[in-house]
């Protein structure tokens, strides 16, 4: 069987050299990056190599502004509380109501337990953020604001240079989960004022269980896990050396070519598009299709279940998804296209093609092998069980 892998937002695969890269530091160049000998000296200096591979990635001014973490979760969740705390007498948050689920559940326990202010700013049916509220929403208060660079699900690119200028006109820090936007579309932090930005290695074709937080030069910040001096007393913990070896390789290889790589990405997601609408019909291309991510794709089939296409795809060796795989096994709506605002007829049957460079036309034309027959047979079955229901008396 044909296999076509079209997650990658959920994840990438591992490329081959960041492996290579990563191997000698399981067991050769095993020493610890804290230690003052010389085991410790040679992996220090990789360490140092990667974060300044992750700082040219990002534009980034200083390879010091590079904190590595676990990952996007961790990365956020210490920008967002680190930013509660930063100024005194200020302790709201603003946000958006399509951020990730590593965002809202934690605003939403901060609510509940602390009793912070959330501000959550809606968008309109194409993922665009309603700039009215977020400028309303600003204030004496606002601590922190908290918006995305990319949507997960849709795509649909947020203008975070704009809001940073807002959120400092008022005072506040600013935060963005740039993990699905960093390696897919080009970042220079120098020329901004975000003052925090999460990154994931396995996002961009490193390793799971790695991430990065950009801490701007000057940013007030409390660590989230305290322990030892690791990472300027920044983040407590033995460092995960061959992670972050991996995702400094990794930030290598993306930027040498990500503008090649954007293109051709965007050919691939564009080819499967027109086949979608031209060859099936009766669905929507979700987020605003001329300000979004190069590789990701949220098509809605009306009048069928999005979840039922994805397990028929999968029985024919094709991956996809209905959005984050946080809220997999959900019963639920996408948070994400609920806030849209998408149809009703729409809503349950999304379904999120996200490409890589690892994809080719040959997954495409595999796809359209097998969609329209599996959208077919699921509006027939559709059409046979509306009609065969007893009529309301």
């Known amino acids: 069987m044909t296999r076509v892998y079209l997650d990658n937002n959920a994840t990438t695969r591992a490329d081959p050299r960041v492996v290579e890269k990563m191997l000698p530091y399981f067991a050769d160049e095993f020493g610890n990056a804290s230690s003052t000998h010389l085991f410790g000296a040679e992996v220090s200096t990789a360490v140092r190599d990667a974060r300044r591979s992750v700082q040219a990635l990002i534009g980034a001014a200083h390879d010091h502004e590079i904190v590595f973490t676990s990952g996007g979760t961790e990365s956020d969740n210490a920008a967002i509380l680190a930013g509660l705390v930063a100024v005194e007498g200020r302790d709201e948050i603003v946000t958006s109501a399509v951020e990730h689920p590593a965002i809202l559940s934690l605003i939403d326990y901060l609510r509940e337990k602390r009793g912070v202010t959330a501000h959550v700013i809606g968008v309109d049916e194409s993922g665009r953020l309603d700039m009215d509220a977020f400028r309303a929403a600003l204030g004496p208060r606002t601590a922190i604001v908290s918006i995305m660079w990319a949507n997960n699900e849709t795509g649909t690119l947020f203008p975070v240079e704009r809001l940073a200028d807002l959120a400092h006109e008022a005072g506040a820090l600013f935060h963005t989960d740039a993990v699905q936007a960093v390696g897919k579309t080009p970042i220079d932090l120098k020329s901004t004022k975000i003052d925090l930005l999460s990154l994931s290695a396995h996002k961009l074709h490193g390793p799971k269980g790695v991430g990065a937080l950009y801490v701007r030069k000057g940013t007030k910040f409390s660590p989230l896990i305290r ?167």
Request: with cysteine; charged share 25%.
């Open 227 to 393: 322990g030892g001096h690791q990472e300027r007393t920044r983040r407590g913990g033995t460092e995960n050396t061959p992670g972050i070896v991996g995702l400094g390789m990794a930030a290598e290889i993306i930027r040498a070519r990500l503008d090649e790589e954007a293109m051709q990405i965007r050919a691939l997601r564009d080819r499967l598009e027109t086949r979608i609408l031209s060859e099936i019909g009766h669905c929507r291309v979700s987020g605003d299709l001329e300000n979004r991510l190069p590789n990701t794709s949220n098509v809605a089939f009306f009048d069928i279940e999005g979840e039922a296409v994805l397990t028929n795809l999968n029985r024919a060796g094709v991956a996809a998804s209905t959005g984050s795989a946080c809220t997999a096994g959900s019963n639920e709506p996408s948070h994400v296209l609920r806030a849209m605002n998408i149809p009703a007829r729409a809503l349950q049957g999304a379904v999120r093609f996200s490409f890589s460079r690892d994809n080719t036309e040959a997954d495409v034309d595999r796809v359209m092998e097998v969609l329209p027959g599996v959208v077919a047979k699921l509006r027939e079955m559709a059409r046979a069980a509306t009609e065969t229901q007893p009529a309301l008396t």
